[in-house]
Antibody, heavy 116, light 113 residues
Framework: EVQLVESGGGLVQPGGSLRLSCVVS????????MSWVRQAPGKGLEWVSG????????YYADSVKGRFTMSRDNSKNTLYLQMDSLRAEDTAIYHC?????????WGQGTLVTVSS | DIVMTQTPLSLSVTPGQPASISCKSS???????????LYWYLQKPGQPPQLLIY???NRFSGVPDRFSGSGSGTDFTLKISRVEAEDVGMYYC??????????FGGGTKVEIK
């Protein structure tokens, strides 16, 4: 069974940075495309970023382009999201998800709160 | 970006009765490979979304057969043949043909009467 466990969320001031991590077990991580999807409190789902299995292709939503950096370490079965220049509107639960066409397995998410 | 529009916003259903959710995309989701990149998810309260239907009409592993998907091009429907209490939550459609970005519908809240 595929399991995804996120960590790294918390409270940060506007303009600050956070680094999210996601450890994936089960399946073949190195061949799996991966995504981050966020959900603001009481709102719907927003895709944030996606990465190919090799890490050679990475895509971002316009809302985070230039501020967020997605990466992966296949030797550690771990996905990362470096978030810089955070804004209040980035406040959300961030889910690590396997896939970028078909999103089949989702982590529980980690809460990021951007507030002064 | 592809806009996904779901209706209705909410649905209150008597257990055992059917339910239907519509999803319309602003562009066709049919790829030249013959696949249509339309998916349905259910987010139960306090849980992450779970995949129900992939490529319009294929049930994901473990999904009860009371869930079915249909449609083509830009118009799609999720049907629950007999709603059960465990089916409450937010339902989202999603497209992944025209990415980035991958886009979701605004969601439909299903409640039990």
């Amino acid at each position: 069974e595929v399991q995804l466990v996120e960590s790294g969320g918390g409270l940060v001031q506007p303009g600050g940075s956070l680094r999210l991590s996601c450890v994936v077990s089960g399946g073949t991580f190195s061949s799996a495309e991966m995504s981050w999807v966020r959900q603001a409190p009481g709102k719907g789902l927003e895709w944030v970023s996606g990465i190919s299995g090799s890490g050679g292709s990475i895509y971002y939503a316009d809302s985070v382009k230039g501020r967020f950096t997605m990466s992966r370490d296949n030797s550690k079965n771990t996905l990362y999201l470096q978030m810089d220049s955070l804004r209040a509107e980035d406040t959300a639960i961030y889910h690590c998800v396997r896939g970028w066409e078909l999103l089949d397995y989702w982590g529980q998410g980690t809460l990021v709160t951007v507030s002064s | 970006d592809i806009v996904m529009t779901q209706t209705p916003l909410s649905l209150s259903v008597t257990p055992g009765q059917p339910a239907s959710i519509s999803c319309k995309s602003s562009q066709s989701l049919l790829h030249s490979d013959g696949k249509t990149y339309l998916y349905w998810y259910l987010q139960k309260p306090g849980q992450p979304p779970q995949l129900l239907i992939y490529e319009v009409s294929n049930r994901f592993s473990g999904v009860p057969d009371r869930f079915s998907g249909s449609g083509s091009g830009t118009d799609f429907t999720l049907k629950i043949s007999r709603v059960e209490a465990e089916d409450v939550g937010m339902y989202y459609c999603m497209q992944s043909l025209h990415l980035p970005p991958l886009t979701f519908g605004g969601g439909t809240k299903v409640e039990i009467k």
